[in-house]
């Protein structure tokens, strides 16, 4: 029983990635054997839209996403310029990304190794997660800076060093320019530099930590001046009205273009029946379904103030912030009702819901059959010419549909359809959600009662608020659905494994010690052990001076 605890303790974190990864790669594998097809997404193609330019090597213009990703879209014309590729990349990727996280772990709490792997497993392992990397969207690598960013907070917190505190500072600044929604960490990395300065860590600390994110902020800035003519790092938080959409209506203190496009592109669509619903409802799901059909109302009417202003950002975003600011005066009641469905869905979504594995493999020829058999992105020229640097195959809708019913037929499949299931059962639940609670309001205490000085419980309380932050920063700009909540969710899986952090005088070694354990399996009580360690003492004290008194 020792020695197996002893070589589970020296090979901990040879087991622990070799754990992630086989399960990793077990549930891709049926997507890789027997479906292969990315999802393709309107999103999809603003960024491919700058990587064409890219790769033409025309001018790039960040009007509306960032570059990061568009720049990891670029690695697959190096090679091939098959789309596929992409998804092999984000599965790289998220193998690399568990490996550091874990790897992270190890070097600081290396007693938490093998529960570092179940909780990055249990987060890489779901449903949501599969759909992330398998599509031509941010989330997937988004999310995977994240957890390098949360592994870079183990190390540079409890093991001070400069390249730990860079690593922290790039990873947040990588994360920023993947998404916007990034902006959420900068609270966390405030109350880092904070901690630095109150405990007298080192101020070349703070150098490391700030740079970065400064520098590159500014050099977008400065580059987006001289390309689209306004000096900002991104204007997405500022045309994103979409929250209020659902109680737009026309005002006299509006210019009259802008009236007349509520009318025509927004109140022209809206259904009063439904709007009701929205307004006496708190059905969370529902209601997030309709906040976003009518989110989808804001892009004509963006088009047609950019119409008017001649593509002049800076006149349009002004008037969309003045749009967004009128509409919530006028009805703050609703927009206060937006934010607690929000708020609430947000944490509902680590619930159980009802996807399940082979309506998941239909969803993908849905999408097969929209984006390369009716040709979805090539009936609109301008969107046809974001994806022309890329192969992108066909399949008669006949030939899709026999595919279908042969893949839910095959045993592998029903093994990931299974597997999905009993995931879902174990951590999509409201378990996670109370163990986040009460890891949360411990960690708060834990760190003040300690005069903020308390390394361990520092680290846990950042975790959990990086959940709460992020849910804050996506209600600005939109509903919060699954495809935004859910890149926070392992939080939920690693916090609960950090309760011994939190315990005061509870040691990690003694945990697991397989000495203690047998002392504690014969009976003997913690009097008679502290007695004996007296004991041992006081020997090894006697032996000393003899041995002094010898050589004298």
């Known amino acids: 029983m020792n020695k197996t605890k002893s070589f589970i303790k020296k090979h901990s974190l040879f087991i622990s990635v070799s754990f992630t990864w086989f399960l990793i790669l077990l549930t891709r594998l049926a997507y890789y054997l027997y479906i292969n097809v990315p999802f393709l997404f309107d999103d999809s193609h603003g960024y491919n839209v700058i990587t064409n330019q890219l790769v033409t090597g025309n001018t790039l213009l960040f009007t509306l996403r960032l570059p990061v990703y568009p720049l990891f879209l670029a690695i697959p014309h190096i090679f091939t310029k098959n789309i596929d590729f992409v998804i092999y990349l984000q599965t790289i990727a998220s193998l690399l990304t568990s490996f ?67 690593g922290l500072s790039i990873a947040f600044t990588i994360s920023f320019l993947i998404r916007p929604t990034a902006l959420f960490l900068t609270p966390i990395v405030l109350f880092i530099a904070f901690f630095i300065i109150y405990n007298k860590i080192g101020k070349k600390y703070l150098l490391y930590l700030l740079l970065p994110p400064i520098i590159f902020s500014l050099s977008l800035a400065i580059y987006n001046k001289n390309t689209i003519g306004i000096f900002v790092v991104s204007n997405r938080g500022v045309m994103e009205i979409g929250p209020a959409i659902t109680f737009t209506e026309t005002d006299e203190s509006l210019p009259d273009y802008m009236n007349k496009s509520i009318e025509k592109r927004i109140l022209a669509k809206t259904n009063k029946q439904k709007l009701d619903y929205i307004d006496t409802s708190w059905d969370l799901i529902n209601i997030t379904i309709l906040y976003l059909k009518y989110q989808s109302f804001k892009n004509d009417f963006i088009q047609d103030i950019e119409e008017v202003h001649r593509g002049d950002l800076k006149l349009t975003m002004d008037d969309c912030s003045l749009f967004f600011s009128t509409m919530v005066k006028k009805h703050p009641d609703k927009y206060l009702k937006f934010l607690s469905v929000g708020f609430l869905h947000y944490f509902n979504s680590i619930h159980r819901d009802k996807t399940a594995a082979f309506p998941y493999y239909r969803d993908y020829y849905t999408c097969f059959q929209e984006a390369r058999v009716q040709n979805y992105f090539y009936k609109d020229p301008n969107k046809r010419a974001y994806y022309y640097s890329f192969d992108i ?58 005069r903020m000085k308390d390394v361990d419980s520092f680290i846990v309380l950042n975790i959990a608020l990086m959940n709460l932050l992020h849910l804050m920063v996506i209600l600005i700009a939109s509903p919060s659905f699954i495809r ?58 006697q032996a000393f001076n003899k041995n002094k008194k010898y050589k004298r």
């Open 393 to 450: 195959p066909q399949l008669s809708p006949s030939l899709a549909d026999k595919k279908i019913k042969d893949i839910e037929k095959k045993p592998l499949s029903r093994f990931t359809a299974s597997f999905f299931s009993i995931h879902q059962y174990l951590f999509r639940n409201y378990l996670w959600l109370v163990l986040y609670i009460i890891v949360f309001i411990g960690a708060i205490i834990r760190f003040f009662k300690k």
């Open 100 to 166: 550091f996280f874990i790897w992270a772990v190890n070097k600081t709490f290396k007693n938490l190794t093998i529960v570092a792997g179940i909780a990055v497993s249990a987060f890489m392992t779901s449903l949501i997660a599969l759909h992330n990397e398998t599509a031509v969207l941010p989330e997937s690598l988004y999310t995977n800076f994240l957890l390098i960013f949360t592994g870079f907070l183990f190390l540079s917190i409890k093991k001070p060093k400069t390249k730990y505190y860079l």
């Open 484 to 541: 935004y909540n859910q890149t926070l969710h392992f939080t939920y899986y690693i916090l609960p494994f950090l309760i011994p952090l939190l315990i005061p005088g509870f040691s990690l070694k003694e945990l697991f010690s397989a000495k203690k354990i047998a002392i504690a399996s014969s009976g003997q009580t913690d009097k008679n052990i502290n007695i004996k360690r007296k004991y041992k003492t006081k020997k090894k004290s």
